[in-house]
């Protein structure tokens, strides 16, 4: 890029935006991902002490199952066995093996005696310190090893703070670096799985896991602040998932937490439970209980237009926790933090977008415009093998399967209705909470596996995304980083079955991730001619019908995708078969005017013509033209088109992360101009709009408009 004269005193910012450029990774921030569950049985390994993967303390002759009274943090009162790690590859080395470094506390001042059962390996040494009475020992699992067991007898009332830590680690240590190193091309992480929310019977802030707690696999699972520490080490964005029945103290003790413990620099998504509308977890029958329950009270909010049916409260009450619990956070974090650093997600089937539709109306109604209170929707996209399960298949078939399904997609009515709703209440873009291949079953499970580590897995997985984000969508928080197995039939959850070996899955994200984010596609590019039967709730034979007519009170909207953003005037060509006949004209969520059709001549028919210029700002990107009927209802409509009035730069918030003007906007500017990848998705280097970039003016523009002055 060359500058003027004029633009010289920029020169040391330029220079500087280069060479910090150069330094940053080429990543895609909206390719993120869930971690899958710990567990003694899974493959990730996150924490040195592997003492947090075990399955918690067991009866000493049967460490694999049973229960013995524990204290407050999980560790054993009597006698106690602990099943550690199973069911390893014992054909890859993902670097198990090597000396464990176990030791506790008990009673007395004699050494318990232990026992390995049917452990890989052997132990090395067993003592117990004279003067600090702490027992200390080794185990040295070989390679190949995938399983280990400990009990403890004569006890005198248990084990205390016990660890066992892995091979090369060293005291204090949390993370395993394999596992953090897997994670960093991902722009975001999701601790759904880790803090066990899924049917959490949390309640009080005392409910919660702690550090001190023996296994991270009880109440909450891991703690909250080795989530928050996990994010910082990464620095990556956090997603929390606050437990169905966490009461408002639970809530504000969490939100103090992660503002006091994570990178100020890191923002936080926050979720209320996980798929509350989903009838296979209790949380959905919970709140569906407490939303009847709620509204029997004539002042609930949940029935603030007088409606108490039943199933209408269920979703209700999602959308008012998730308004109530980003609102608690907000407040905690402080002015300015709402959508900012806090950002509320509102959830719902992915095959049930309607769901939004519910919520959403109640969120406008009962609290105001939902942009104010929500960062953005968020679904779960999964793709399975459709009924080709149900016949014997080969490796290649079922991958035939993935694809036919993969393939019809992009022409979903969810994408189309998540992007218009998402413009409409000016939201940001759609984002996936979960999301990737499903094959769950019985069958086919060798088949399943071996399609796992072909490589056509991996390019399925990258037209997946890519159809994603040329759909409008934002964030894709895959489901899940890590490693497990795929032979069970819990499906291939997992990116790999080894971080030792990766996979092609894990391959192709990692790939998506150092790429540009892919332009969005979605909607009919404006202003040009936005055919009028091409609605959101058009019927599947639209395009047989001469034209587009609406009853009373009909609503049509369209979702057209603007390359400048300014000030356009709309116009409809229409006709109308009665006298007259009123039409409601909005955008983004606010009316804009109204056009009034009218036939001098009626009862005579009137051919059709180019009504108004009804004036309309709209944004670059996505934007949502909603018409209704409101008086008159007898019109045909062929087209929707506009007229440029005037362009207008794009907003001087350009990270888009709603906090402007401040330093971040200049530096993620000069940044994305020197080539780095844009904190938030696709940055538009085009600042004034002229179709010309980069150019000197853009950066003019910029600063001219950063310091309240008008557009170039």
Not at 87 to 101: A, F, I, K, M, W
Not at 683 to 701: G, K, R, T, Y
Request: aromatic share 12%.
């Amino acid at each position: 890029m060359k500058f003027s004269r004029r633009t010289m005193h920029l020169g040391g910012l330029v220079a500087l935006a280069l060479c910090s450029a150069a330094a940053l990774a080429q990543t895609n921030p909206y390719i993120a991902a869930n971690l899958g569950g710990v567990a003694d049985w899974m493959r990730s390994h996150e924490f040195a002490d592997i003492t947090k993967q075990s399955r918690g303390f067991a009866p000493v002759n049967t460490p694999w199952d049973g229960v013995v009274p524990l204290d407050d943090t999980g560790h054993p009162l009597d006698d106690a066995g602990l099943y550690i790690m199973c069911c390893q590859p014992t054909d890859v080395e993902q670097g198990l093996s090597g000396v464990y470094r176990f030791s506790f506390d008990c009673a007395g001042t004699e050494t318990p005696r232990f026992r390995g059962f049917d452990s890989s390996g052997q132990l090395i040494s067993y003592e117990r310190d004279p003067l600090t009475g702490r027992v200390y020992g080794e185990w040295f699992l070989p390679q190949g090893g995938d399983r280990l067991l400990m009990s403890f007898y004569k006890t005198q009332g248990g084990v205390r703070n016990m660890k066992i830590m892995r091979p090369g680690t060293t005291e204090g240590q949390i993370f395993m670096p394999t596992f953090v190193d897997s994670l960093r091309h991902f722009g975001a992480i999701r601790f759904m799985p880790w803090t066990k929310t899924n049917n959490s019977p949390a309640v009080r802030w005392s409910d919660r896991s702690t550090l001190e707690d023996a296994s991270y696999r009880w109440r909450t699972g891991v703690p909250y602040e080795l989530c928050v520490d996990l994010c910082n080490e990464l620095q990556r964005d956090m997603w929390i998932n606050v437990p169905h029945m966490a009461d408002d103290q639970f809530v504000q003790k969490l939100a103090i937490l992660i503002r006091d413990r994570l990178d100020p620099d890191l923002n936080v998504y926050v979720e209320y439970s996980n798929e509350v509308w989903n009838f296979m977890f209790e949380q959905a029958d919970w709140n569906y209980d407490q939303g009847v329950l709620e509204a029997q009270d004539p002042a609930s909010i949940l029935r603030y237009d007088g409606v108490t049916e039943a199933d209408t409260m269920r979703h209700r009450r999602i959308a008012k926790r998730t308004v109530e619990i980003g609102q608690q956070f907000a407040n905690v974090f402080g002015p300015g933090s709402m959508n900012t650093r806090v950002r509320p997600v509102l959830a719902a089937q992915f095959g049930a977008t309607w769901q939004f539709d519910k919520m959403l109306s109640f969120i406008n109604g009962a609290y105001g415009p939902a942009k104010d209170r929500i960062y953005a929707l968020a679904v779960a996209p999964y793709f399975n093998l459709g009924g080709a399960d149900t016949r014997t298949l080969t490796p290649p078939e079922v991958l035939d399967a993935l694809q036919g399904m993969l393939d019809r997609l992009p022409t979903s009515y969810q994408y189309e209705h998540l992007a218009t709703m998402s413009a409409w209440h000016g939201l940001q873009p759609f984002m996936a909470y979960e999301g990737g291949p499903d094959t769950t079953g019985s069958a086919n499970v060798a088949a399943k596996r071996d399609a796992m580590y072909d490589p056509r897995i991996g390019s399925i997985c990258t037209q997946y995304l890519r159809q994603w984000h040329e759909a409008g969508g934002g964030m894709f928080m895959w489901f899940h980083a890590g490693s497990g197995s795929w032979i069970n039939d819990n499906g291939s959850w997992s990116l790999t079955e080894s971080l030792a070996i990766g996979s092609p899955k894990y391959s192709a994200l990692q790939a998506m991730a150092q790429q540009p984010v892919p332009p969005t596609l979605a909607g009919v590019p404006f202003p040009g001619p936005v055919d009028a039967r091409r609605h959101l709730n058009r019927n599947t034979d639209w395009e047989t019908r001469a034209n587009e007519q609406m009853g009373p009170s009909d609503t049509r909207d369209y979702l057209v995708r603007v390359s400048q953003p300014g000030t356009y005037n709309l116009r409809l060509l229409a006709a109308p078969t009665v006298a007259s006949a009123d039409i409601w004209v909005g955008a983004n969520g606010s009316q804009i005017g109204s056009l009034t059709l009218t036939n001098p001549a009626w009862p005579a028919p009137m051919a059709r013509q180019w009504w108004g210029a009804v004036p309309v700002q709209l944004n670059a990107g996505l934007n949502t033209i909603r018409l209704r009927s409101t008086a008159g209802y007898q019109f045909a409509m062929w087209e929707l088109n506009a007229d440029l009035v005037s362009l207008t730069c794009d907003s001087i918030d350009f990270n888009r992360n709603g906090v402007f003007p401040e330093d971040q906007d200049v530096s993620d500017f000069f940044n994305a101009l020197a080539g780095a990848p844009c904190p938030t998705g696709p940055c538009d280097l085009d600042f004034n709009n002229n179709s010309v970039f980069p150019e000197d003016q853009d950066v003019i523009s910029f600063f001219t408009v950063l310091a309240g002055g008008q557009c170039q």
